[in-house]
C-alpha cells in the first residue's frame, strides 16, 4: 500500500493549486486522512484533516482559503488551496490515521501511514 501525493509546483502569491494523494492496493477501508506541511527550519504541522465520514477540520491560519475531500471510491483526498501567500510554502504531506488492506487471505490495518511530499511553492 502506497500514498503518492502530487500537485504541488510554484504558483505565485494569491494563485490556487490543487493536491491530490491517492492510495494505491488492495484496499479495504482508510480512516481519517489529513495534509501536513513542513516548511525549511520548521516542525512539521496540521494543515486540515478529514474522517472517514468527510468531516474536516482545519488549522487556524488556512481556514476560509483552503478546502480538504476525499474521494472514498478512489481511496483519495484532495487540497484545494486558494489565495495562497509565501508563507504557506513548505513541502505538504498527507497522511492515513489507518489503512486496512487484503494481505493474501486476511486484512491487515496500519496506523499512521504517510505519504510523500509534495513542494508548494509561492512566490511573492
Known amino acids: 500500500v502506497q500514498l503518492q501525493a502530487s500537485g504541488g509546483g510554484l504558483v505565485q502569491a494569491g494563485g490556487s493549486l490543487r493536491l491530490s494523494c491517492a492510495a494505491s492496493?488492495?484496499?479495504?477501508?482508510?480512516?481519517?486522512m489529513g495534509w501536513y506541511r513542513q516548511a525549511p527550519g520548521k516542525e512539521r504541522e496540521l494543515v486540515a484533516r478529514?474522517?472517514?465520514?468527510?468531516?474536516?477540520n482545519y488549522a487556524r491560519f488556512v481556514k476560509g482559503r483552503f478546502t480538504i475531500s476525499r474521494d472514498n471510491a478512489k481511496n483519495t483526498v484532495y487540497l484545494q488551496m486558494n489565495s495562497l501567500k509565501p508563507e504557506d510554502t513548505a513541502v505538504y504531506y498527507c497522511?492515513?490515521?489507518?489503512?486496512?488492506?487484503?494481505?493474501?487471505?486476511?486484512?491487515?490495518?496500519?496506523?499512521?501511514?504517510w505519504g510523500q511530499g509534495t513542494l508548494v511553492t509561492v512566490s511573492s
Open positions: 492496493g488492495s484496499i479495504f477501508s482508510i480512516g481519517a
Open positions: 497522511n492515513a490515521d489507518d489503512i486496512t488492506y487484503y494481505d493474501v487471505t486476511r486484512l491487515v490495518t496500519e496506523h499512521d501511514y
Open positions: 478529514i474522517t472517514s465520514r468527510g468531516s474536516p
